[in-house]
C-alpha cells in the first residue's frame, strides 16, 4: 500500500535533493577520515541535536542529555545545536565539548541574553531571526538527534519528518525515547501512519531508540547508507 508511483516519485526526489544539500560536506568528511586512518569504518558525523532549553529538568534528563555529549565525542563526531547555555542544550554542549567534540552553535541575536550563548564553544554563529537559525543548523548537519523538549524542540522536530517525507533530504532522523517522553507524539504518528496520511512508511522516514548507544548507531548507520 505504501509503494504507490507517488510515493516513489518522492524517494526520487529524495535522492536528487541530497546531493544538492548534503553531499558536498559528506564528501569531504569522508576524505578527511581516509587521509588519517584508513581503518575507521565512518566518516566523522556533524550531528545536529535538539532538546530542551529549560533548567529545571530533571536530574535524569540531565544525565542523559550527558551521555548524549560524552558519546558523540567519543565517536569522534561534531555536534551542531541551538548555541545555548541553558537547560539540556547546555548540558549536551558541554559535555560534547570536554570530550573532544567541535561543537557550533547557532542562535539568534534576540535570543543572546535568554539562552546565554556556551563560552568556550568551538563556533558561534549569530544570526538574525530564528528561521536563519533553522535554516542554518540544517545546512551544517548530516543527521538529527532529539532529546526530551518543548515547543521548539517539538517544532524542529516536526520540520526535519515534514522535510524528509517530502523528500527535501534523507538524513536520519533519531527520537531519543529512553523513558516514554516521547510515547504521545509516537501514538499520533502511528495514527496518521494507520490512516495513510504520511507520504511515507514511517520506518523509512525516522527512529525511536531507547538508549543512547542505540540511538548513536541509528544515526552512524543511517548515514552510512547515505553516503554509498
Ligand atoms: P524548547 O524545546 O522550547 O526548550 O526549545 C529548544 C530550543 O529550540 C531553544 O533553543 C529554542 O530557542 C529553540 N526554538 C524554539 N522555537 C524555535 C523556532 N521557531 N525556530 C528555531 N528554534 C526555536
Not at 142 to 167: C, H, K, N, V, Y
Not at 185 to 192: D, E, K, S, T
Request: some cysteine; hydrophobic content about 40%; glycine content about 10%.
Amino acid at each position: 500500500h505504501h509503494d504507490d508511483p507517488g510515493r516513489d516519485g518522492c524517494h526520487r526526489r529524495a535522492t536528487t535533493s541530497r546531493s544538492a544539500s548534503g553531499r558536498d560536506r559528506s564528501a569531504a568528511s569522508i576524505g578527511a577520515v581516509t587521509a588519517t586512518s584508513s581503518t575507521e569504518p565512518t566518516a566523522p558525523l556533524s550531528v545536529c541535536v535538539y532538546c530542551s532549553s529549560s533548567d529545571d529538568v530533571s536530574h535524569d534528563l540531565r544525565a542523559l542529555a550527558e551521555a548524549v555529549g560524552t558519546g558523540l565525542a567519543r565517536r569522534g563526531w561534531a555536534m551542531v545545536y541551538g548555541g545555548g547555555a541553558v537547560g539540556l542544550m547546555g548540558v549536551t554542549a558541554r559535555a560534547a565539548l570536554a570530550g573532544g567534540a567541535r561543537v557550533t552553535g547557532v542562535i539568534p541575536d534576540k535570543l543572546v541574553d535568554r539562552e546565554v550563548a556556551l563560552h568556550d564553544i568551538s563556533e558561534l554563529i549569530r544570526t538574525r531571526t530564528m528561521r536563519e537559525r533553522k535554516q542554518l543548523m540544517d545546512d551544517r548537519s548530516d543527521a538529527f538527534l532529539i532529546l526530551p523538549g518543548g515547543i521548539g524542540t517539538l517544532e524542529e522536530l516536526i520540520e526535519m519528518m515534514s522535510l524528509r517525507q517530502l523528500g527535501y533530504h534523507d538524513r536520519p532522523i533519531v527520537v531519543l525515547d529512553a523513558d516514554g517522553f516521547w510515547a504521545p507524539l509516537r501514538r499520533l504518528l502511528q495514527a496518521m501512519d494507520d490512516r495513510r496520511m504520511l507520504h511515507q512508511p514511517m520506518h523509512r522516514l525516522w527512529t525511536y531508540a531507547h538508549d543512547v548507544d542505540a540511538a548513536l548507531d541509528a544515526l552512524g548507520n543511517g548515514t552510512i547508507r547515505r553516503s554509498r
